[in-house]
Structures are given as structure tokens and as C-alpha cells.
């Protein structure tokens, strides 16, 4: 009879863990109409909230199975599927729930089927998604990552994970973006196929880049850019770009005024990655900034090769 009582009660604490555990991602998470806006053009709702916390190793993780699978075990779903079961909040490791979710559709179960229940499930799928659908492409053989780092082959750097810092230069504000250290000079790259939608100077990112992802939804931005020659050649706004072509040269350019100036300490490139789910969220108070630290981690595997032009005093991908 004691061992009844024994079991009983392991299982109410076991069911009230869960209990909690739920409460407390349910307070984390806006609900899903929280995590909505409704476009005053044309009405469309459309994600006007995203915070990304997806860990490297887990993108590692859901990519070699993407990968190896020739897409058959899509990675953003892979990620979205683990997401809705830890609230969106990953650590560093490899994930379980990424595991399980291979093996059973390796075992014949679809995507509609293991999310059908799966609360969160479209809006973590269609967030991480807008930030990692330009990464990989193809299908079968043919699937490959197409994206690069935003720093060319053969060119060192640092970086640690600063997005949300505090800068006060101008006013007091977040940093919405990640800064890599390295030489004045170093080539830098377009990390997706895209159109150049932004150039010029700007008192605080100094000469900056602006690149739109063409499904509108990343916008690329590239700031303290070197002074004199922060651009290749003949790169214009309105211009398409591919992945891995280089587009301009770190610097440390801005905190100014006046133009073509080096206010910064150290030469770096502030990277950043914006989400545009409705153009209303463009060059307004509810933009959508990600950590881009684990994303420019991951891309170091995947670096485009240049070289030297002397003639014309340029570097220029070399296509392999």
C-alpha cells in the first residue's frame, strides 16, 4: 500500500512540474495575437515582434541533418519544431527535440502531422524562416548553403556577442547589431543575393550599405566603412548584388558630423540584420533587429575567396 502511495505521489509531482513548466513559458510568450499587427495597407496581419535566440549548435545541429538529407529534414522546421517546446529559448547545446523530430520523419511521419498540435508552430516556422531562409538552397544533391560571411576568405577577425549594449553617442540606445574587429581595409562581402537598397554617410554608422534580401523580408546593413574608398568600384543604390561579392572595406568611420570622418576607436564592421515582415517596420520606431553573433558564427564556415586586383585597387571574388 506504501508503494502505491510512493508512485502516486511521484506521479503528482512529475504532472505538476509540467503544469509549471508550461505556466512558465506561457508568461514568457506574448500570445499569438500579441505577436501580430494588421497592415493599414490592405489589411494583411503580418509578424510585427521576433526575438531570435536560436544557438549556434542548434543551427548546426538542424542544418547537417538539412544538409546531409538534401532538404528532406528542412532545418527551420527542424528549429521551429524544438522552439515551441522550449519557448524559443536555446542554450548552446545539441537539442533532443531536433533529434526526435529527424528520426520520425525519417520514420515516415510528415511536418503537418508532428505540428499539428503544436501551438506557436507558423509563427516560429515564418520568424526563422525570414531570418535564415536566405542561407540554404536547392534540393537533393543540389542543396547547399549559398550564403557567405560578411568578412572574405583569408581576412581575420573577433567579434563577441554585443547586440544590445548600451551606446550614447547622440543619444542612449541599443546596439542593434554585431560588431566584428579587424584591419582598415579588410574586403567584406553580400552574405545573400540581393539589391543594394541604402548607400551614403550617416553621423553614426559613418559610410554604410544597406542590402535587401530579394523576398524583401532581411534587410543587411553594413556600417563604419573606410574612409576615402568605403565601396567597390561602381556599386550603386538600385544594383543587384550575389552572395559572396564584395561590396566594400572596413573601416572606422562615423560618430560625426562631418562626412568622410573617422570617429571610431577601432577599425570594425558593425553588421546587422533587420526583419521587414510589412514596410511599415522600415525606418520606424517598431523595427525588428536580431542577434546576428551565432548566425556570423555559423557563416565562418562559409567564407568567399578573393583577390587582389592592383590595377584597378580592388578586391573581387573569385568565383570557384
Known amino acids: 500500500m506504501a508503494h502505491f502511495h510512493i508512485k502516486k505521489s511521484f506521479f503528482i509531482i512529475i504532472i505538476s512540474l509540467l503544469l509549471c513548466l508550461a505556466i512558465i513559458l506561457c508568461a514568457v510568450l506574448p500570445s499569438e495575437t500579441e505577436l501580430y499587427a494588421v497592415s493599414t495597407v490592405g489589411g494583411a496581419r503580418f509578424i510585427k515582434w521576433v526575438d531570435f535566440g536560436v544557438s549556434y549548435t542548434a543551427m548546426k545541429q538542424a542544418l547537417d541533418y538539412d544538409l546531409k538529407s538534401g532538404g528532406k529534414y528542412n532545418w527551420i522546421e527542424l528549429l521551429a519544431v524544438s ?65 557567405f560571411s560578411p568578412v572574405a576568405r583569408g581576412f581575420s577577425y573577433t567579434h563577441s556577442d554585443d547586440f544590445g549594449v548600451s551606446r550614447s553617442y547622440g543619444f542612449s540606445r541599443r546596439h542593434l547589431g554585431n560588431d566584428l574587429m579587424g584591419s582598415v581595409g579588410t574586403p567584406l562581402v553580400a552574405v545573400e543575393s540581393g539589391i543594394v537598397e541604402q548607400m551614403g554617410w550617416n553621423r553614426y554608422g559613418g559610410w554604410r550599405l544597406g542590402i535587401r534580401s530579394f523576398d524583401g523580408k532581411r534587410y543587411y546593413y553594413y556600417a563604419h566603412l573606410r574612409k576615402g574608398h568605403p565601396y567597390v568600384n561602381g556599386l550603386k543604390e538600385g544594383m543587384q548584388v550575389r552572395a559572396g561579392d564584395v561590396i566594400g572595406y572596413m573601416g572606422m568611420t562615423g560618430y560625426s558630423d562631418e562626412e568622410d570622418y573617422n570617429g571610431m576607436q577601432k577599425p570594425h564592421l558593425h553588421f546587422g540584420l533587420e526583419l521587414i515582415f510589412d514596410e511599415s517596420q522600415k525606418d520606424s520606431n517598431n523595427e525588428i533587429w536580431v542577434d546576428v553573433y551565432d548566425i556570423v558564427r555559423l557563416l565562418s564556415s562559409y567564407r568567399s575567396k578573393v583577390v587582389k586586383n592592383s590595377k584597378e585597387n580592388e578586391w573581387v571574388r573569385v568565383l570557384t
Open 83 to 147: 522552439a515551441c517546446k522550449n519557448g524559443g529559448k536555446f542554450q548552446d547545446k545539441k537539442y533532443a527535440d531536433i533529434d526526435k523530430t529527424a528520426e520520425r520523419l525519417k520514420n515516415g511521419e510528415t511536418i503537418e502531422s508532428i505540428t499539428s498540435t503544436l501551438g506557436y508552430y507558423g509563427y516560429y516556422f515564418d520568424a526563422y524562416n525570414a531570418v535564415l531562409g536566405g542561407i540554404v538552397s536547392g534540393e537533393g544533391k543540389k542543396r547547399n548553403v549559398c550564403a
